[in-house]
């Protein structure tokens, strides 16, 4: 690819990178930092798979910081990796998705390495906001 067009993109999402950040999500940039991250981190962690599409901007990235904000309980650890910009660690964060077929946007609810919650792109695309959000609550309810 040539660098004009690398360029672009990465000026293009730093926006959808920052809605996540801003609301305390670490990014995960590299299978390296994915790996060193899973590894040695205990409690909850959510596991947003960030996007470039629509539902990912309307509805995925604004439900998970919006349920975060209203629950109760809340995962010990905020986590985002990028699909389709940082390929490799979002590759290395599948491979801890054990049996799941890859899906962007998507959510993951993990206790230590293990995925207790999953919520696929067609869980998601179509949904209202508050049904996701809710199903986001519901898992952190019974699992953080």
Known sequence: MSMAYEEYMRQMVKPMREELTRAGFQELLTAEEVEKFIENTEGTTLVVVNSVCGCAAGLARPSATQAILRSEKKPDHLVTVFAGQDKEATAKMRDYFT???????????????????????????????????DNLISAFEANC
Request: negative net charge; proline residues 11%; charged residues 25%.
């Open 99 to 133: 049996d799941i077929e890859p899906s962007s946007p998507s959510m993951a609810l993990l206790k230590g390495k293990e995925v207790v919650h999953f919520i696929p792109r067609h869980d998601i695309e179509g949904q209202p906001m508050e049904a996701i959000m």
